[in-house]
């Protein structure tokens, strides 16, 4: 809440805090390029896209064509009414929704997007916290000027916003706080804008299935079942010495203050980073004997990107990580903190590749990554450029 001081004392203001979900993002993305998709199951994930494959006559296979280990990136709301979902094998949608069709995904083209409904929104609403490509918190508060239909309108002018400047249609949760605003904002999709006031958290959260709180995750919602709490309501009516002799002090706290719409966190315009990683998860699996030079040659370029990255946040890091994942799915990281920090991707090689000889490399890889953390602001040498 909003403290102000009076003559009479201190009274607390109405938040109002909204949550903005860009609908079904990167299909949606895609549906501006192949506008005769529209209205059709479409699944976006697999392979990557290359330049050379963005033709507009390009001919894509449906799901009965495929045969991979990838997984669903995102699907239109046609195809999730097959039971396909964010996530998914592609193999087994292949059994759901056959017909679907499957778009490589274009996340150069998503973040393009991003930026600019995101500026679409500033320009209305500037108190943003960025949650990702495709999700952010608005506080609304002096906006609407403690009013829900002034609310109302400033969310009905930022959907108008978005839409004007990408073509691209969003939902809006707007709430006394972020957790039920997050909550709200799945209500109406798409193209749905929610306003949601305290006393409405009986007869419109308490219904929704626990694992609908953000933060209830599915090892919490086994165990919450096992206990007989299946929905928010459920859990709202348990009582909260009985919920932390469950999952602790701090966890149980919350759980019953989640449960009864509570929560105090301001929307955060601006926070330092603690880690910058670049990774890439490749086309087919690489044999670290057989496709020493690809590997090299891609382990060379992720620091050489993470070096840029560095320096455009105008921060350098002392601790860098290497992180890899076999064909097993099996994920290993090491790390290694240098004396100096730094953001030189010569630097940064040198010393992921101390990480790199820490890890065993006796099987195939389909995913390798880069990280610095320790981030500090401070002068260094830019990023290097080597290729060796």
């Given amino acids: 809440m909003v403290v102000y001081a009076t003559r009479a004392g201190l009274i607390k203001a109405m938040r109002?805090?909204?949550?903005?979900?860009?609908?079904?993002?990167?299909?949606?993305?895609?549906?501006?390029?192949?506008?005769?998709?529209?209205?059709?199951?479409?699944?976006?994930?697999?392979?990557?896209?290359?330049?050379?494959?963005?033709?507009?006559?390009?001919?894509?296979?449906?799901l009965r064509d495929y045969a991979g280990r990838g997984v669903i990136t995102t699907a239109t709301y046609e195809a999730r009414t097959f039971g396909v979902h964010s996530g998914m094998g592609l193999m087994k949608a292949a059994q759901l929704a056959p017909d679907a069709l499957l778009l490589p995904a274009d996340f150069e083209r998503y973040r393009h997007y991003s930026r600019l409904f995101k500026a679409a929104v500033r320009a209305i609403a500037p108190q943003i916290e960025?949650?990702?490509?495709?999700?952010?918190?608005?506080?609304?508060?002096?906006?609407?000027?403690?009013?829900?239909?002034?609310?109302?309108?400033?969310?009905?002018?930022?959907?108008?916003?978005?839409?004007?400047?990408t073509g691209l249609s969003c939902s809006i949760g707007v709430t006394p706080n972020k957790l039920l605003s997050k909550l709200a904002s799945e209500l109406n999709k798409p193209s749905g804008i929610t306003l949601l006031r305290s006393?409405?958290?009986?007869?419109?959260?308490?219904?929704?299935?626990?694992?609908?709180?953000?933060?209830?995750?599915?090892?919490?919602?086994?165990?919450?079942?096992?206990?007989?709490?299946?929905?928010?309501?459920?859990?709202?009516?348990?009582?909260?010495?009985?919920?932390?002799?469950?999952?602790?002090?701090?966890?149980?706290?919350?759980?019953?203050?989640?449960?009864?719409?509570?929560?105090?966190?301001?929307?955060?315009?601006?926070?330092?980073?603690?880690?910058?990683?670049?990774?890439?998860?490749?086309?087919?699996?690489?044999?670290?004997?057989y496709d020493k030079a690809q590997l090299s040659e891609i382990f060379t370029s992720l620091c050489v990107k993470l070096s840029q990255d560095l320096a455009g946040k105008s921060v350098v890091g002392q601790t860098i990580g290497v992180k890899l994942r076999y064909d097993n799915f099996r994920t290993v990281t090491r790390d290694r903190t240098i004396d100096t920090p730094t953001r030189d991707s010569r630097a940064i090689r040198r010393a992921a590749g101390e990480c790199l000889k820490r890890i065993p490399l006796d099987r195939?890889?389909?995913?390798?990554?880069?990280?610095?953390?320790?981030?500090?602001?401070?002068?260094?040498?830019?990023p290097g450029f080597l290729f060796e």
């Fill in 16 to 62: 109002f805090i909204a949550h903005l979900d860009m609908d079904a993002f990167y299909a949606s993305v895609e549906l501006l390029r192949y506008p005769r998709f529209r209205g059709f199951p479409v699944v976006i994930g697999g392979r990557g896209r290359r330049e050379a494959d963005s033709a507009p006559d390009t001919v894509f296979p449906t």
């Fill in 130 to 165: 960025d949650r990702g490509i495709d999700e952010i918190y608005i506080d609304l508060t002096d906006l609407a000027a403690g009013n829900w239909e002034q609310a109302r309108q400033v969310a009905l002018d930022l959907q108008r916003a978005v839409r004007d400047q």
């Fill in 199 to 289: 006393e409405e958290i009986p007869v419109r959260i308490w219904p929704l299935p626990a694992r609908k709180l953000n933060g209830i995750g599915p090892r919490a919602s086994e165990r919450l079942a096992a206990l007989g709490i299946h929905t928010i309501g459920d859990l709202a009516a348990m009582d909260q010495s009985r919920l932390i002799g469950q999952f602790g002090r701090s966890y149980g706290a919350w759980l019953h203050a989640a449960a009864h719409g509570r929560d105090e966190r301001s929307v955060v315009t601006h926070s330092e980073p603690q880690s910058i990683s670049r990774e890439t998860t490749f086309d087919r699996d690489l044999h670290p004997v």
């Fill in 364 to 382: 195939r890889i389909r995913l390798l990554g880069i990280k610095a953390s320790q981030l500090t602001n401070g002068d260094a040498p830019g």
